[in-house]
């Protein structure tokens, strides 16, 4: 059964950093898009960064482009999230997502940050920034 756990969350201040990681089991993350999602109190799940399988390109919401980092560790089948200069509002749960249908080409290996078309969701990781 493919299974995700995220761990890394916690609090922390404002202009503060934080290293969400994601580990994958009862799969392989070679050829898969992988994802990081949030979810505030009273909000949708919006996508926060995605990256391809092959190719290593990436996606992030506009809110953190230049203060997150996706990356994928195949090695370790793992996913992380660099998270710095943390604002109040990047408050919520975090979640990994991948996409478990394989991207063997170019063409298919295209990332979104919708939660369509990710099947593997994790549990999700608090993320509070407050001071």
């Known amino acids: 059964q493919p299974h995700l756990v995220e761990s890394g969350g916690g609090l922390v201040q404002p202009g503060g950093s934080l290293r969400l990681s994601c580990v994958a089991s009862?799969?392989?993350?070679?050829?898969?898009?992988v994802g990081w999602f949030r979810q505030a109190p009273g909000k949708e799940r919006e996508g926060v960064s995605c990256?391809?399988?092959?190719?290593?390109?990436?996606k992030y919401a506009e809110s953190v482009k230049g203060r997150f980092t996706i990356a994928r560790d195949n090695a370790r089948n793992s996913v992380y999230l660099e998270m710095n200069s943390l604002k109040p509002e990047d408050t919520g749960v975090y979640f990994c997502a991948v996409d478990t249908t394989p991207r063997y080409t170019t063409a298919q290996d295209t990332c979104v940050l919708t939660p369509f078309p990710f099947r593997s969701w994790g549990q999700g990781t608090q993320v509070t920034v407050s001071s």
């Open positions: 990256m391809t399988s092959s190719s290593g390109s990436t």
């Open positions: 009862g799969f392989t993350l070679d050829y898969k898009v």
